[in-house]
């Protein structure tokens, strides 16, 4: 699913480092501002997804589990220079 904008990623099943991969991948369509939501089954994507938004200048606007199941919603930040 998309629409302008925005983007759902889905890595359920996939372990580190491919969710973050296909995040990584799937922004570079998108415009600064625009945003993503990844679902992830890999615990360490809660790890993973933070540290990248931080080190690549994207902003996480909510992380949530349930059950097993994690949901980040992403918001591309502008390249850093």
Do not use: W
Not at 60 to 80: H, M, N, Q, V, W
Request: hydrophobic letters at 35%.
């Amino acid at each position: 699913m998309s629409s302008k904008g925005s983007l759902l990623v889905d890595a359920s099943g996939l372990k580190c480092p491919m969710p973050v991969l296909k995040i990584q991948k799937a922004l570079r369509s998108l415009g600064q501002g625009d945003r993503l939501t990844l679902i992830a089954t890999d615990p360490m994507s809660y790890i993973d997804v933070r540290h990248f938004c931080e080190t690549n200048n994207h902003i996480l606007i909510s992380a949530e589990e349930d059950s097993d199941t994690f949901t980040y919603k992403i918001r591309k930040g502008p390249k850093r220079l």
